[in-house]
């Protein structure tokens, strides 16, 4: 990638570098275990003109997003993030059934789903036409479709302008940021709100969060960046909340320009944070690298010193993280027997690269491992409470990051 796909610039510095990896999200069945598989550069840039941290477009949402094996409400404690969402919302903005509510990559409706039950008109648009039967099927009006400036403009006709457009975890998923961003614009109401949840890039480099970087996250905000992409399409950031989700987001408030006003004062106290750790210039980036070798290193030799010493270690959970986490460092069945996931979309099959089976849940209690490694370490609270069984034979959890942590379950 030569240039930045906010502004344009040739500037972009190396942050990391994490090899060639396929996308995180082709799940192998057993029969393409004896095929080839394709691996893409994730390189991970920032740019020193506008601060947008991004990785090349080598995949389009196309070959991600059409037939999806992600589906949010497979997580209790993202769907109680989503019902607070609403409930703080509707008070926020005073929605009621007269308003309009439009969410952008709905997913399975596990947001919407609140919106109906409150009588607000909704829709969701939702790529993927899997996920989005299983919305449709919840009674969530579902409209497939990416969101584009046009798509935007025929659901306005259609429907008429949206009190409040919500684009939770999307921002970061779509390499044409200007046409995404004139299509939020096309969505909202000239007096309207938009609300954005992001990873924030200030929690993922202070926390060594790197396996949140994968093919379908073609960049990564700060709220200064952020607030630069969506201006492009004329609007503007005025608030911004920090939340514990996915081990630390922020979620934007904007609205159109023209009625936009002046920042608060959280939203000044933030891009002061993110200035102070050096974000907005390169110091905050340099060393970042070197930290992401240290969780390497860190946990191969726990993996390696397991399986010398005869212990078993299988994985919880098969999300899209755990396997750059998985390829970077290397890990196949040798060293992590199988992993397990909810979703029974994914079992039976393999992950993408290392090949590690991904068997139902039961499959813990059932063989009693030595240890569990955790990768979606941003679920621990959830996770590990699912997971206080494993103490019943003294088995141990694992989390890799932000640091190795071997801890004992207690009930």
Same mark, same amino acid.
């Not at 506008?50 to 999806?68: G, K, N, V």
């Not at 703080?88 to 919407?112: C, H, I, K, M, T």
């Not at 202070?206 to 609007?235: C, K, P, W």
């Not at 106290?269 to 750790?277: F, G, I």
């Given at each position: /990638?030569?240039?930045?796909?906010?502004?344009?610039?040739?500037a972009?510095?190396?942050?990391?570098?994490?090899?060639?990896?396929?996308?995180?999200?082709?799940?192998?069945?057993?029969?393409q =275990?004896?095929? %080839?598989?394709?691996?893409?550069?994730?390189?991970?840039q920032v740019?020193?003109?506008?601060?947008?941290?991004?990785?090349?477009?080598?995949?389009?949402?196309?070959?991600?997003?059409?037939?999806?094996?992600?589906?949010?409400?497979?997580?209790?404690?993202?769907?109680?993030?989503?019902?607070?969402?609403?409930?703080?919302?509707?008070?926020?903005?005073?929605?009621?059934?007269?308003?309009?509510?439009?969410? #952008?990559a709905?997913?399975?409706?596990?947001?919407?789903?609140?919106?109906?039950?409150?009588?607000?008109?909704?829709?969701?648009?939702?790529?993927?036409?899997?996920?989005?039967q299983?919305?449709?099927?919840?009674?969530?009006?579902?409209?497939?479709?990416? =969101?584009?400036?046009?798509?935007?403009?025929?659901?306005?006709?259609?429907?008429?302008?949206?009190?409040?457009?919500?684009?939770?975890? #999307?921002?970061a998923?779509?390499?044409?940021?200007?046409?995404?961003?004139?299509?939020?614009?096309?969505?909202?109401?000239?007096?309207?709100?938009?609300?954005?949840?992001?990873?924030? =890039?200030?929690?993922?480099?202070?926390?060594?969060?790197?396996?949140?970087?994968?093919?379908?996250?073609?960049?990564?905000?700060? #709220?200064?960046? $952020?607030?630069?992409a969506?201006?492009?399409?004329?609007?503007?950031? #005025?608030?911004?909340?920090?939340?514990?989700?996915?081990?630390?987001?922020?979620?934007l408030?904007?609205?159109?320009?023209?009625v936009?006003?002046?920042?608060?004062?959280? /939203?000044?106290d933030? &891009?002061?944070?993110?200035?102070?750790a050096?974000?907005?210039?390169?110091?905050?980036?340099?060393?970042?690298?070197?930290?992401v070798?240290?969780?390497?290193?860190?946990?191969?030799?726990?993996?390696?010193? $397991?399986?010398?010493?005869?212990?078993?270690?299988?994985?919880?959970?098969?999300?899209? @993280?755990?396997?750059?986490?998985?390829?970077?460092?290397?890990?196949?069945?040798?060293? &992590?027997?199988?992993?397990?996931?909810?979703?029974?979309?994914?079992?039976?099959?393999?992950? %993408?690269?290392?090949?590690?089976?991904?068997?139902?849940?039961?499959?813990?209690?059932?063989?009693?491992?030595?240890?569990?490694?955790?990768?979606?370490?941003? =679920?621990?609270?959830?996770?590990?409470?699912?997971?206080?069984?494993?103490?019943?034979?003294?088995?141990?959890?694992?989390?890799?990051?932000?640091?190795?942590?071997?801890?004992?379950? @207690?009930?």
């Amino acid at each position: /990638m030569t240039t930045c796909r906010l502004c344009g610039s040739t500037a972009l510095v190396s942050v990391v570098d994490l090899g060639a990896t396929p996308p995180c999200e082709r799940f192998l069945t057993a029969e393409q =275990l004896a095929e %080839p598989e394709n691996t893409y550069p994730l390189h991970l840039q920032v740019c020193t003109e506008c601060w947008l941290a991004q990785i090349p477009p080598l995949i389009t949402p196309e070959d991600t997003f059409t037939d999806y094996a992600y589906f949010s409400s497979y997580s209790t404690s993202w769907v109680e993030h989503a019902r607070q969402y609403v409930t703080e919302s509707a008070g926020r903005l005073g929605l009621g059934p007269g308003s309009f509510v439009v969410e #952008v990559a709905s997913n399975d409706g596990y947001l919407l789903q609140h919106v109906v039950e409150r009588g607000i008109r909704c829709l969701g648009i939702e790529p993927s036409v899997n996920v989005g039967q299983a919305a449709r099927d919840k009674g969530v009006p579902t409209k497939t479709a990416f =969101l584009s400036p046009e798509t935007g403009r025929d659901v306005r006709e259609e429907h008429g302008p949206a009190d409040l457009v919500a684009a939770n975890n #999307v921002y970061a998923h779509i390499p044409d940021i200007i046409g995404f961003t004139h299509g939020l614009r096309a969505l909202v109401a000239d007096d309207g709100w938009v609300s954005i949840e992001v990873q924030h =890039l200030l929690t993922l480099i202070s926390e060594n969060q790197y396996d949140t970087i994968y093919h379908e996250h073609f960049q990564y905000y700060t #709220v200064e960046s $952020a607030r630069r992409a969506l201006a492009v399409g004329g609007l503007s950031v #005025v608030d911004v909340e920090l939340l514990p989700t996915h081990g630390g987001s922020i979620r934007l408030w904007a609205r159109p320009t023209a009625v936009a006003g002046e920042p608060s004062a959280r /939203m000044v106290d933030v &891009l002061a944070r993110e200035k102070a750790a050096g974000l907005h210039e390169l110091s905050g980036y340099t060393e970042f690298a070197e930290r992401v070798t240290r969780v390497r290193l860190d946990l191969l030799e726990f993996l390696v010193k $397991a399986a010398k010493e005869g212990k078993t270690v299988v994985g919880y959970g098969a999300p899209g @993280k755990g396997n750059t986490l998985l390829n970077h460092c290397g890990i196949r069945p040798d060293l &992590l027997a199988y992993t397990v996931d909810r979703n029974p979309y994914k079992h039976g099959r393999f992950t %993408p690269g290392t090949r590690v089976p991904i068997l139902e849940p039961e499959r813990i209690a059932a063989d009693k491992p030595d240890y569990v490694l955790v990768l979606p370490w941003n =679920l621990r609270k959830e996770l590990t409470e699912q997971l206080s069984y494993v103490d019943d034979w003294g088995g141990r959890l694992v989390f890799p990051i932000p640091r190795l942590e071997i801890v004992e379950v @207690k009930q």
